[in-house]
T-cell receptor, first 116, second 111 residues
């Protein structure tokens, strides 16, 4: 069974600073994908970044990067140069690669607050 | 915006009633899935439809049912509503195997 663990219920970061949001996962699958989504108060889940289990390099998307450590089963999100608009809930999720649909397993999320 | 639209955005129902939530998937997307997100929790997978057939189901009772139409839009039906069904219901669509796009959700309150 797949499981995602996010141990930080809430995080604070100063504007323009970097912040790391933690995510560990558990799966017996060899092939899987790891995702980070941002959820503002409006409710929509906004895709941020994706890492495949066989990708050798850490994924990066603009100010977002994913620190993927496969042996430790961790997939931490790093947000550089935080902005006030980054304040939101952040969810780590996993999807089995063999499941080519939309069955994601989500963590409980981390609430990020960016302080001016 | 992702192109995935859900209706209604908010809904209040009484315990025991039935509710239908709707999702219009992004153009060309043939896979739609539904998630329930209780307050303070991550989304939980309810079920998924691919080309009008249910193609995966999470740990939800049969009173949660769905449909997918030929245009790939979808409905989530919940019968015999319970107080614990109060949640944000999210719909996600994708072209099979590719990135999933979520709608803004329907906030259901059961009183």
């Amino acid at each position: 069974a797949q499981k995602i663990t996010q141990t930080q219920p809430g995080m604070f970061v100063q504007e323009k600073e970097a912040v790391t949001l933690d995510c560990t996962y558990d799966t017996s699958d060899q092939s899987y994908g790891l995702f980070w989504y941002k959820q503002p108060s409006s409710g929509e889940m906004i895709f941020l970044i994706y890492q495949g289990s066989y990708d050798e390099q850490n994924a990066t998307e603009g100010r977002y990067s994913l620190n993927f450590q496969k042996a430790r089963k961790s997939a931490n999100l790093v947000i550089s140069a935080s902005q006030l608009g980054d304040s939101a809930m952040y969810f780590c999720a996993m999807r089995a690669a063999l499941n080519t649909g939309n069955q994601f397993y989500f963590g409980t999320g981390t609430s990020l607050t960016v302080i001016p | 915006e992702t192109g995935v639209t859900q209706s209604p955005t908010h809904l209040i129902k009484t315990r025991g009633q039935q509710v239908t939530l709707r999702c219009s998937s992004q153009s060309g997307h043939n896979t739609v899935s539904w998630y329930q997100q209780a307050l303070g929790q991550g989304p939980q997978f309810i079920f998924q439809y691919y080309r009008e057939e249910e193609n995966g189901r999470g740990n939800f009772p049969p009173r949660f049912s769905g449909l997918q139409f030929p245009n790939y839009s979808s409905e989530l039906n919940v019968n015999a509503l319970e107080l614990d069904d109060s949640a944000l219901y999210l719909c996600a669509s994708s072209l099979r195997g590719l990135e999933a796009f979520f709608g803004q959700g329907t906030r259901l309150t059961v009183v």
